[in-house]
Structure formats: structure tokens, C-alpha cells
């Protein structure tokens, strides 16, 4: 059963008051913590990609570290894809939060300070991908983005040379309901919860 979710819900005290830019900022480092945890528990839920565990490292064709640690590794059809998640939820007042037409050439500015992922996503051949320590063939490139416009979805693919660009907002619409996503919510809020009662005494 899929639910009803936005990011700037978060990011509100009413429907027309948003929340303190320190607020947001303390959110946002808050979710960071955390966020990526949520990405498996959709793929057992989806189906669509397979998670696999371990992050990518990219190395050079001599087998030197390139000092480039990715996301997630995922598997389609036997294909296997290195995932990188971008947290650009209220970076610059929600500059960046829906990749589109209009703010790809401003997002491509900015992903093209990691030299190495935009060589990566034209040639995956080029480089020696390890997950624990074991090489695997990459055949490309997944972004997992807050916001995804539908419309633009192909183009902005093409634009980066991405196998795929997936909407983390629809994601977490998807398994909200679903009891993993709620047991790992509670056990982060738990947590914060007894520090600050902690702190407090």
C-alpha cells in the first residue's frame, strides 16, 4: 500500500510556515545519519533491483585506489549497477531537490566536482570496480535523487549517462506503511528520545 509523502512536509510547521533555517539545517544532518538505510528495505519490498551488499570502490585499470567510495551496488537482470544517493533535499532552499530540465545544467555543475564518476558513467569499462574487496563488472550507473520529474526522466538520463534516476520521495511513499520502514523510524526516534532525556537529568 503505497502513502502520501513530500519533503517539504518536513520541512513545514503549517501549510504556508516553513520551519527556521536552523531548523532545517538540523534536519537535514539529522536525516543524513540515517537516510540510506531506508534504500534496502524498499528494494525487498520493490523488487525491481536487488540489493547487494557492500559499497564500490573505483580503482584504475593499474589497480590503484582512486579514493571513490560509492552508495549501494544493485542487480537487474544479472546486470550489476553502482548507486549513488544524493541527500540535496533543502540545499539551497530546495534549489536542487527535483532533478529536471531546468536545473540539470546547474546539478551537472555540481556533480561534475567527482572528475571521476562523470568518466565512470561514459565508460564503466575504464575502471575496476571492488565491492569487499572483489572486483565486479559494472554496466553503469543509478542516481537515486529526492525528486524525479516523470517528464524529464529520459532526457536527464541521457544528459548524465545513467542507466536510471530514481525518485527517493516516491520510494519512501512506496513502503511507508510497511512494518520494516516503520521498526526503523521508531528505533532512530527511540534513540534520539533517551539521549535527550539523558542530556537532560
Known amino acids: 500500500m503505497s502513502g502520501t509523502f513530500n519533503f517539504e ?7 504556508n510556515q516553513k520551519i527556521s533555517s536552523e531548523e532545517q539545517n538540523f534536519f537535514s544532518r539529522l536525516f543524513g545519519l540515517f537516510y540510506e538505510k531506508i534504500v534496502p528495505i524498499w528494494c525487498n519490498i520493490n523488487k525491481e533491483y536487488e540489493y547487494i551488499e557492500g559499497r564500490p570502490s573505483l580503482y584504475n585499470l593499474k589497480n590503484q585506489y582512486l579514493h571513490r567510495t560509492y552508495d549501494f551496488v544493485f542487480k537487474k ?6 548507486v549513488e544517493q544524493k541527500n540535496w533535499i533543502a540545499y539551497e532552499n530546495f534549489k536542487f531537490l527535483e532533478i529536471n530540465k531546468n536545473n540539470l545544467k546547474k546539478i551537472k ?8 564518476l562523470n568518466k565512470f558513467c561514459s565508460d564503466p569499462k575504464n ?3 571492488k565491492v569487499n574487496q572483489e572486483k565486479k563488472e559494472i554496466q553503469g550507473v543509478i542516481f537515486i535523487w529526492p525528486r524525479v520529474s516523470i517528464n524529464d526522466l529520459e532526457y536527464c538520463k541521457k544528459e548524465l549517462k545513467v542507466y536510471d534516476i530514481l525518485s ?3 520510494m519512501i511513499k512506496e513502503i511507508k506503511h510497511e512494518k520494516a520502514f516503520i521498526g526503523l523510524i521508531e528505533k532512530y526516534q527511540n534513540w534520539c528520545n533517551d539521549f535527550f532525556d539523558r542530556l537532560k537529568k
Open 9 to 15: 512536509y518536513l520541512f513545514e510547521k503549517t501549510k
Open 109 to 116: 555543475h555540481h556533480l561534475d566536482k567527482d572528475e571521476e
Open 127 to 129: 575502471y575496476i570496480v
Open 168 to 170: 527517493f520521495e516516491e
Open 77 to 82: 537482470n544479472e546486470k550489476l549497477f553502482l
